[in-house]
């Protein structure tokens, strides 16, 4: 409590005398929930009260209807707002029957401390969306200091209680959901709580932090060129699998009979064209028949996730002797439909003859 300031307005000798004006409790400087008690005395006079009017350089002001010469207005600090320079004025009826308003009081002036500074809220995945199934995990940090904090979490403003904490100095504290799932999605926010003369005054809220939980990623189709299956010992052999999404930052494996293909195998070499990879063999190993597959795998909070493995594709590697004999019998097939279409043509023409 400060000493009261001068008048706002100057006092008029048509207008009633001011009121006196007192404030309780009186401190130098008020809490957030402090309980204060603002009370307005009229003097003494012939006129018949109708009333009194409290307002505040803040903004506010309130009106009470009361034939009582004085009256107690009381509030509780919420912030800010409620500090400033308070008034009071009253009203008479005159002797002509009108309400008169009367000068308005000495101004007394209320310090309020504000509420401690907001903290800061991450994620441990930087952009805030992940899959079912992974951890979540908040870090709630206030600015430094020395006073006791407790700490609170919200989900769309609605607080949290089912979280695990781990403090130090007061400074910071953790939420973690240990298998997230699609429910999880929304705005998520914290606060706490500092201790100050014996009594827990809320900060400011945290910046939002906005989290999308999706469903996990679908098995990637895998292509084989030549698209047959078959293909000769000598001959190109070309794998390409393709992720379902490219949300997230990918890698992929290729499969045989179940067991991954090390990179370089044969003489393979890979490429990666956005939600894509390339195995190609210059030339397929022998023996290297078999059944196929390929999984993507997604970064998600420095952590990679695999998808399910593709359907599995059949691809046969023949050598080139069981090759030769199958061309030398296409060679002489052709050769002899050809001969016989020959014969018949000269046929013909004898027969014209």
């Given amino acids: 409590f400060l000493p009261s300031s001068p008048l706002r307005n100057p006092s008029s000798p048509d207008l009633p005398p001011p009121p006196n004006i007192t404030v309780t409790p009186e401190k130098r400087e008020y809490l957030i929930g402090d309980a204060v008690s603002i009370r307005c005395v009229a003097p003494w006079s012939k006129e018949r ?51 008169v308003r009367s000068q308005e009081s000495r101004y007394i002036f209320l310090s309020v401390k504000d509420h401690p500074p907001q903290p800061t809220l991450v994620l441990n995945s930087s952009t805030g969306v992940t899959i079912e199934g992974q951890p979540l995990v908040f870090l709630c940090t206030a600015p430094a200091g020395d006073a006791e904090r407790r700490f609170h979490f919200y989900k769309k403003n609605v607080e949290l209680t ?7 100095g007061y400074a910071e504290a953790q939420f973690q959901v240990e298998k997230s799932s699609q429910n999880d999605t929304g705005n998520f926010t914290c606060g706490y709580d500092e201790k100050t003369e014996g009594r827990w005054i809320p900060s400011y809220p945290s910046q939002a932090v906005e989290v999308l939980v999706k469903e996990p990623a679908s098995a990637p189709h895998l292509g084989v060129d030549p698209p047959s299956g078959v293909v000769s010992e000598d001959r190109p052999l070309r794998l390409t699998c393709v992720a379902s999404r490219d949300d997230f930052r990918l890698r992929f494996g290729f499969y045989r009979n179940g067991v991954k293909i090390p990179p370089g195998q044969a003489g393979s ?13 210059p030339q397929s190993p022998r023996s290297f028949s078999g059944k196929f597959s390929c999984e993507a795998e997604e970064e998600v909070g420095g952590t990679w996730v695999p998808s399910p493995q593709s359907e599995a594709v059949d691809v046969t590697v023949k050598a080139r002797s069981q090759l030769i004999p199958l061309v030398a019998g296409c060679a002489a097939g052709a050769a002899t439909l050809l001969l016989g279409l020959l014969l018949v043509v000269c046929f013909c023409r004898k027969r014209r003859g």
């Fill in 49 to 99: 009260m109708q009333g009194f009017q409290f307002l505040g350089t803040s903004g506010w002001a309130v009106d009470v209807r009361t034939a009582r010469r004085s009256y107690t207005y009381r509030f509780n600090v919420t912030g800010p707002k409620d500090g400033g320079s308070h008034a009071c004025t009253y009203t008479v009826i005159n002797q002509f029957r009108r309400p």
């Fill in 269 to 281: 070499k890979t490429r990666n064209v956005g939600n894509s990879s390339e195995l190609l063999f």
């Fill in 162 to 168: 089912n979280w695990a904490k781990s403090t130090s």
